[in-house]
């Protein structure tokens, strides 16, 4: 009795399963992709120190501000003095905006987003059939140029791209969206609809090989 007490006490000791982690929203996989482009576009890029860089938000094309706001970060993170400039349209989460006069010792950085976005690019089968989630893909892709505005110089300009894939799992669709605002990727056409009726004409013409191979 004391033995069967023992494994008992041993197998209950065991730790549960782990759960499969969420995956992560449409705009965190946004999020990541413009932290990518970010540091890819300061990547190796001088700043003259000592020089304050003006940043106008919101970029044009930037989706929900992502790429400003990362970009802004990195700037900072270099100790870089960065003067968020008033934009049409208004409105900036990342410092109150202000209007500058004309101030020959700044630097001003243009970024322009050319497309960003997340979508669904195709079901993903699960055996024997049936869609047990979907591939997405986040993408996003900017250019940046550094004026001198002492001179009207261009520093330095630059182009960047990234993309990010993972799976979605069917369940998981809904909190995906979760707090993403208005990314909501349509999802792709396919599922079942083609296979099954395969498999049904796969069993019907079983069973019509097999009646007439019985009468024989």
């Known amino acids: 009795m004391a033995a069967l007490v023992s494994?008992?006490?041993?197998?209950?000791?065991?730790?549960?399963?782990?759960?499969?982690p969420l995956p992560p929203t449409h705009g965190a996989m946004l999020d990541s992709v413009a932290a990518l482009v970010a540091t890819d576009i300061l990547?190796?890029?001088?700043?003259?120190?000592?020089?304050?860089v003006r940043f106008a938000t919101p970029l044009p094309g930037d989706?929900?501000?992502?790429?400003?706001?990362?970009m802004v970060e990195a700037l900072r993170a270099r100790g870089t003095e960065v003067r968020i400039l008033a934009a049409e349209p208004a409105g900036t989460s990342l410092d109150p905006p202000v209007r500058l006069?004309?101030?020959?010792?700044?630097?001003?950085?243009?970024?322009?987003?050319?497309?960003?976005?997340?979508s669904f690019v195709r079901p993903v089968r699960r055996f024997p059939f049936g869609v047990g989630g979907y591939e997405r893909l986040a993408s996003m892709r900017a250019a940046a140029t550094?004026?001198?505005?002492?001179?009207?110089?261009?520093?330095?300009?630059?182009?960047?791209?990234?993309?990010?894939?993972?799976?979605?799992?069917?369940?998981?669709?809904?909190?995906?969206?979760?707090?993403?605002g208005g990314l909501n990727p349509?999802?792709?056409?396919?599922?079942?609809?083609?296979?099954?009726p395969l498999i049904v004409i796969g069993v019907v013409t079983g069973l019509v090989v097999l009646f007439y191979s019985n009468r024989n």
């Open 146 to 180: 550094l004026l001198d505005l002492s001179t009207r110089d261009v520093l330095w300009a630059k182009t960047s791209s990234a993309q990010l894939r993972d799976e979605v799992p069917k369940g998981d669709l809904n909190y995906a969206m979760s707090g993403s």
């Open 101 to 118: 006069r004309g101030d020959s010792t700044d630097l001003e950085l243009q970024v322009q987003v050319g497309s960003a976005g997340v």
């Open 7 to 20: 494994i008992g006490v041993a197998v209950g000791a065991l730790p549960a399963e782990a759960k499969t």
């Open 63 to 70: 989706t929900m501000g992502f790429l400003a706001q990362r």
């Open 186 to 196: 349509v999802l792709p056409r396919g599922g079942t609809r083609v296979l099954e």
């Open 43 to 52: 990547r190796d890029r001088a700043l003259p120190p000592g020089r304050a």
